[in-house]
């Protein structure tokens, strides 16, 4: 079967509790709180006329749950995708950013402001070649298996931050700086045609705007 138009939405999961808490989480986790499941549902209503051939979700529980209130009972096949979890943050999972940013300065500035040259020693979780390297293989996953149609994506923040920006063209080691930090229940389009990507739409929350007063 030839390659058609693929485009592919994507969807970082809605907010939890140690997002509230400022706590790191990558291959930990913790629930959805109200505002999350709120966004995730509005995510929903944002994308029901659009006809999912498939799922692809990252395996953690606040992926999962967010990607059940999009589809809302719709019968998309949900495909759990280990390459699109979040970065593994090692030692540093559920502690504290503030309390890492005081005993790690160095790697914690690497992190966020050097990607090629943070080498996750201090905490044994994956490095940015690493993440890199994974996004790639579910990416190109995706694309073998999904020929055409439109795909719904549920991934995390560090992965996706760093997906939306390679699709667009741009290199691993400085996408800290350039790129857009993609928010909780933003949604991304990404069309797929002719071996080509390109970002149509990026970090989009107007959806959110109706929880506002």
Not at 136 to 153: A, D, P, T
């Amino acid at each position: 079967m030839e390659q058609g138009k693929l485009t592919i939405y994507f969807v970082r999961h809605g907010k939890t509790e140690w997002n509230l808490t400022g706590q790191m989480q990558g291959w930990g986790d913790s629930p959805l709180v109200s505002e999350g499941k709120n966004g995730a549902i509005l995510v929903g209503e944002a994308l029901q006329d659009i006809r999912f051939k498939a799922a692809y979700v990252s395996p953690s529980k606040r992926t999962q749950d967010t990607a059940k209130y999009i589809l809302s009972g719709k019968k998309v096949p949900i495909h759990l995708t280990e390459e699109f979890r979040e970065m593994s943050f090692g030692s540093w999972e559920g502690v504290r950013v503030s309390e890492l940013d005081d005993q790690f300065k160095e790697a914690r500035h690497a992190m966020l402001h050097s990607p090629a040259t943070f080498d996750a020693r201090e905490n044994g979780g994956e490095t940015y070649y690493q993440l890199e390297e994974r996004v790639q293989k579910g990416i190109q996953k995706l694309i073998s298996e999904q020929k055409s149609g439109n795909v719904l994506v549920v991934s995390h923040g560090m992965t996706l931050t760093l997906l939306m920006y390679l699709l667009g063209g741009g290199k691993m080691a400085d996408h800290r700086l350039k790129g857009e930090r993609i928010l909780n229940t933003s949604i991304s389009q990404v069309d797929y045609e002719n071996g080509e990507f390109r970002v149509v739409k990026l970090n989009d929350i107007a959806h959110l705007e109706k929880t506002r007063v």
